[in-house]
Nanobody, 116 residues
Framework: QVQLVESGGGLVQAGGSLRLSCSAS?????MGWFRQAPGKQRELVAT???????NYADSAKGRFTISRDNAKNTVYLQMNSLKPEDTAVYYC?????????????WGQGTQVTVSS
């Protein structure tokens, strides 16, 4: 099992910045961020793959940066130039590959609200 704890959400004005943190209970390579707005499906924001590369949603490119501190088993999401459409619950995920089986873990989510 992997426990994920997110923090850093809040209310910010459009154009502002927030940094989200996700701490894992143990080391795991593939971690990332998804978000879910009311009435919408959960969508990818940014992730580290098992190989260590990064993937970003088009909506996040140029504004959001994912980073990690391996010593702390923590992944960060720096969000700049926030827009009202970025308002959502942001979830941290971690993917563990066990042979041919993948296990996905989710954090509890942290609310990000961007006011216009």
């Amino acid at each position: 099992q992997v426990q994920l704890v997110e923090s850093g959400g809040g209310l910010v004005q459009a154009g502002g910045s927030l940094r989200l943190s996700c701490s894992a209970s143990r080391s795991i390579n593939a971690m990332g961020w998804f978000r879910q707005a009311p009435g919408k499906q959960r969508e990818l924001v940014a992730t580290f793959t098992t190989g260590g590369s990064t993937n970003y949603a088009d909506s996040a490119k140029g504004r959001f940066t994912i980073s990690r501190d391996n010593a702390k088993n923590t992944v960060y999401l720096q969000m700049n130039s926030l827009k009202p459409e970025d308002t959502a619950v942001y979830y941290c995920d971690a993917v563990e590959i066990l042979g041919t089986i993948s296990k996905v873990y989710w954090g509890q989510g942290t609310q990000v609200t961007v006011s216009s």
